[in-house]
Every structure is written in structure tokens, then in C-alpha cells.
């Protein structure tokens, strides 16, 4: 590797550290115990049987691996990664490198009354306890199975969250294998013709939907008409949501609290400059100008309008339809912090999964293919509300045929 590097401290097993203690940038946690209200910085790397005391806060981009326990009230900043261990990196008593069939993923604990911030990804194997506030994230599994499995688990009514609904899951697992044969299965317009896709996700996905065909399901053309302005609306309702959403966390109730400032004003700007990550200031900046006298009509209003013809596009298509299929992205992946500085640009490859959440809907992405390049290129199947089991079903079904799921693009160097 050439130019300055920096090298990762590590703080070993049986090591207690202090109530209270900081611990900042560039350092691999492995087996110790943290006391109470200590403060993790960012990249650091909080590793199998670390057992986090209560009240800490940990900060953004920080990595939390299998088998961590976080104890109750436990902060989580934005962009946090829950990570578990996907391959094998150790060897059985024979010397051998283990195989799939020898994993052992011992879950992450994440106890009453956790706050985890918005951006962060839950991998399969992470336990959460009730009570926790889980912001806008991802659920990210190895297989449909894995997913299906987590989904059982976090998908039950908390009485203390006016959003969820009071209503019992089904057996995600018990549904999975029924296979696609009868099913008629949408391909939006507007979502295949839009100018500007990669070839190579296009084609991709068409032999995806293809796949789906000789497994008995009915392709169905659809149109949802409304798709063009779903980029926009979305840009303006959920920062406008964020805005008001994220108003609670000042440092007064819960949370991270700023240390220093000499009185609460002082206080309240420190926390959120501290505790928001760039992205999140701008989507507050952004959803508060919208709800501001004089733009509240003309921005957020207007956009709720056009988020109730989206939903009924929606509404009209699965009339005639079970699912719709769909690319997940226009392009391939694009490299890490290529887009940071031009967030429109970065913005824009959301235009297909933006219009499932206005609309309230279930969706699913599982890998169909790869580009010349090695880029993984998603499929993405969106059903009716509260028809999870059968978006399921209809990935299983795919991921049954193909083994794009389990073939990883090859590491490059920059």
C-alpha cells in the first residue's frame, strides 16, 4: 500500500475499561467490557463479546461486529454498521477453512431502550430489544430465508409506537417455497424506458422478469404514470418529516448530550452539530425551509398531493396485478464518496425505490446479475400492503434458480 496509512490499536479480551471512559478513531475492541456513559468515536471497530455498559453513546461510522451486547439506553449514532461474520475466516480442527455449513453466528444484542440513528444497516443475526427507536435503515441478509427470518422477528406490534400496526404477521417462512406459477407480475413503463439506465441493468433485469416467466408467473405491462415527480416529492416530504421527527433530539430527554456549552441554546446547537452527520443536517435544512410560513403550501402541501396520486398508481396496478417488478437502480454501483459532493447526482439513483415508500409499500431487492465490470445489478419486486409473504415468495423463487447471491464481485484496488 503506498502513501501514510494508519494502523488499528487494539484493546484485548478480559480488559475492563472505566465508567465513563472515550474512545476515538482507529481502534478494534475484542472481548473487553466498557463501562457505563463511556463515549466510542468513530472508526472503531466494537468486536465479538464486547459487552457495552449502559448509556454509552457511539458514534457515527463506527462498525459493530456478531456476539456485542449493547445494555439498555444505549445511543447509536447515524451510519452505524451492524456487521456479522458473512464468510469464514477461521479454521476447523483439521486446518482446514471452514464451510458454510460450519458458521456460527452469535447474535448481536441490542437491549431495551436503544437508539439507533438513521442510516444504519442491520445485517441478519442482530437481536433487538423492545422499545428500541430504529431511524431510517436498511435490513440487509445473505438469502431471502435470512430476511424472511429477521422480518418474523421485527415484524409485532409495540404498543408504545403509535406507527406500528396492531395486527399479527404471517409465517414468512412457512409461505416462502410456493413458487411463482399463476402469479401475474407487473413491469411498470415508466420504470423500463427511463432514459439515461445502463444497458447492462436493463438487460439484467429483463432476464430476471424472463426467469420469473418460465417458472410460470404472467408478465403484465402496467403504468405508473405519476413515477416522473416521485424523486421530487419524496425530497421534499421526508426531509420535511426528518425536520420535525428529529426536533426531539436536543440533549434534553434522551440521547446524546453535548459536553461544554454554557447555557441550553449553546447546548442544543452543540448536541445536533455533533450528533447529525452532514446528510441529515441537510435533510433538516432542507424539510425546515419546506414547513416555513409562506413555502408550507407551495412545497410540502403540493408534494402530499402528488404522494396520494403515486400511492394510486399503485392502487390501479394491483388491480390486474400480484407484484411489480422493477430494477432497483438505474446504474451500477458507483465508487465510495464519488457522489458526496454533487448529492443531486447521488439522489437520482433513488428514483426507483423512492416511489414504494411514498405509496406505503412492501419491496425487496435481491442481486440478479453483475455488470462487465463485476457490479452487482438488483432486482426489485414491490407487492401490496402488508403483502410481505408474498414479495418473499417471489424472490425465493428467483434466488432458487440463480446463484447471484452468493457470488461476490472481485476486490480491486483503487
Given at each position: 500500500?503506498?502513501?501514510p496509512?494508519?494502523?488499528?490499536?487494539?484493546?484485548?479480551?478480559?480488559?475492563?475499561?472505566g465508567k465513563?471512559?472515550?474512545?476515538?478513531?482507529f481502534?478494534?475492541?475484542?472481548?473487553?467490557?466498557?463501562?457505563?456513559?463511556?463515549?466510542?468515536?468513530t472508526?472503531?471497530e466494537?468486536q465479538?463479546?464486547?459487552?457495552?455498559?449502559?448509556?454509552?453513546?457511539?458514534?457515527?461510522?463506527t462498525?459493530i461486529c456478531e456476539?456485542?451486547?449493547?445494555?439498555e439506553?444505549?445511543?447509536?449514532?447515524?451510519?452505524?454498521?451492524?456487521?456479522?461474520?458473512?464468510?469464514?475466516?477461521?479454521t476447523?480442527?483439521?486446518g482446514?477453512?471452514?464451510?458454510e455449513?460450519?458458521w456460527?453466528?452469535?447474535?448481536t444484542l441490542?437491549k431495551?431502550g436503544?437508539?439507533?440513528?438513521?442510516?444504519?444497516?442491520l445485517?441478519?443475526g442482530i437481536?433487538?430489544?423492545?422499545?428500541?427507536?430504529?431511524?431510517?435503515?436498511?435490513v440487509?441478509?445473505?438469502?431471502?430465508p435470512?430476511?424472511?427470518?429477521?422480518l418474523?422477528?421485527?415484524?409485532?406490534?409495540?404498543?408504545?409506537?403509535?406507527t406500528?400496526a396492531?395486527?399479527?404477521a404471517?409465517?414468512?417462512?412457512a409461505?416462502l417455497e410456493?413458487?411463482?406459477?399463476?402469479?401475474?407480475?407487473?413491469?411498470?413503463?415508466?420504470?423500463?424506458?427511463?432514459?439515461?439506465m445502463d444497458?447492462e441493468?436493463?438487460?439484467?433485469?429483463?432476464?430476471?422478469t424472463?426467469a420469473?416467466?418460465?417458472?410460470?408467473?404472467?408478465?403484465?405491462p402496467?403504468?405508473?404514470?405519476?413515477?416522473?415527480?416521485?424523486?421530487a416529492?419524496?425530497?421534499?416530504?421526508?426531509p420535511a418529516?426528518?425536520?420535525s421527527?428529529?426536533?426531539?433530539?436536543?440533549?434534553?430527554?434522551?440521547?446524546?448530550r453535548?459536553?461544554?456549552?454554557?447555557n441550553?441554546?449553546?447546548m442544543?446547537?452543540?448536541?445536533?452539530?455533533?450528533?447529525?452527520?452532514?446528510e441529515?443536517?441537510r435533510r433538516?435544512?432542507?424539510?425546515?425551509?419546506a414547513l416555513?410560513a409562506?413555502?408550507?403550501d407551495?412545497?410540502?402541501?403540493?408534494?402530499q398531493?402528488?404522494?396520494?396520486?403515486?400511492?394510486?398508481?399503485?392502487t390501479?396496478?394491483?388491480?390486474?396485478?400480484d407484484?411489480?417488478?422493477?430494477?432497483t437502480s438505474?446504474?451500477?454501483?458507483?465508487?465510495?464518496?464519488?457522489k458526496?459532493?454533487?448529492?443531486?447526482?447521488m439522489y437520482?439513483?433513488?428514483?426507483f425505490?423512492?416511489?414504494?415508500?411514498?405509496?406505503?409499500?412492501?419491496g425487496?431487492?435481491v442481486?440478479?446479475?453483475?455488470t462487465?465490470?463485476?457490479?452487482?445489478?438488483g432486482?426489485?419486486?414491490?407487492?401490496r400492503?402488508?403483502d410481505e409473504?408474498?414479495v418473499?415468495?417471489?424472490?425465493r423463487?428467483f434466488e432458487?434458480?440463480h446463484?447471484f447471491?452468493?457470488?461476490?464481485?472481485?476486490?480491486?484496488?483503487?
Open positions: 500500500m503506498s502513501g496509512h494508519r494502523q488499528f490499536q487494539l484493546i484485548a479480551p478480559d480488559v475492563k475499561l465513563g471512559v472515550r474512545i476515538f478513531g481502534t478494534n475492541l475484542y472481548g473487553c467490557e466498557i463501562g457505563d456513559d463511556a463515549k466510542i468515536g472508526f472503531v466494537i465479538k463479546g464486547v459487552k457495552v455498559g449502559n448509556r454509552c453513546k457511539i458514534s457515527s461510522h462498525f456476539g456485542v451486547t449493547l445494555e439506553e444505549v445511543f447509536i449514532g447515524h451510519n452505524v454498521t451492524f456487521i456479522n461474520d458473512l464468510y469464514p475466516r477461521a476447523n480442527e483439521s482446514r477453512l471452514q464451510t455449513a460450519d456460527k453466528c452469535v447474535p441490542v431495551k436503544a437508539s439507533i440513528g438513521s442510516g444504519a444497516t445485517l441478519c437481536t433487538v430489544g423492545e422499545y428500541s427507536i430504529i431511524g431510517a435503515g436498511s440487509v441478509t445473505r438469502d431471502v435470512d430476511c424472511a427470518a429477521l418474523q422477528t421485527i415484524a409485532v406490534h409495540d404498543p408504545c409506537d403509535s406500528s396492531p395486527m399479527k404471517p409465517d414468512y417462512l409461505e410456493g413458487g411463482v406459477r399463476g402469479m401475474k407480475l407487473g413491469l411498470p413503463r415508466e420504470y423500463f424506458e427511463l432514459p439515461g444497458p441493468v436493463r438487460a439484467s433485469v429483463e432476464a430476471a424472463r420469473l416467466e418460465k417458472l410460470g408467473a404472467e408478465l403484465v402496467v403504468s405508473l404514470p405519476h413515477t416522473k415527480y416521485a424523486l416529492t419524496y425530497y421534499l416530504v421526508a418529516e426528518a425536520s421527527n428529529l426536533a426531539r433530539y436536543d440533549g434534553v430527554r434522551y440521547g446524546l453535548a459536553e461544554g456549552a454554557g441550553l441554546l449553546a442544543y446547537g452543540r448536541t445536533r452539530d455533533q450528533g447529525f452527520g452532514l441529515v443536517k433538516v435544512m432542507l424539510g425546515t425551509y416555513s409562506g413555502y408550507y407551495a412545497y410540502y402541501l403540493k408534494a398531493k402528488v404522494r396520494t396520486l403515486i400511492k394510486q398508481d399503485f390501479d396496478a394491483f388491480r390486474t396485478v407484484a411489480v417488478l422493477a430494477p438505474p446504474t451500477p454501483a458507483f465508487r465510495i464518496g464519488e458526496v459532493s454533487d448529492p443531486l447526482a437520482l439513483n433513488d428514483v425505490t423512492l416511489p414504494c415508500n411514498l405509496a406505503g409499500l412492501p425487496l431487492s442481486p440478479c446479475g453483475f462487465k465490470a463485476s457490479l452487482p445489478i432486482l426489485q419486486v414491490l407487492g400492503p402488508w409473504a408474498r418473499l415468495r417471489i424472490g423463487a432458487r434458480e446463484d447471491h452468493r457470488r461476490t464481485p472481485p476486490l480491486r484496488a483503487a
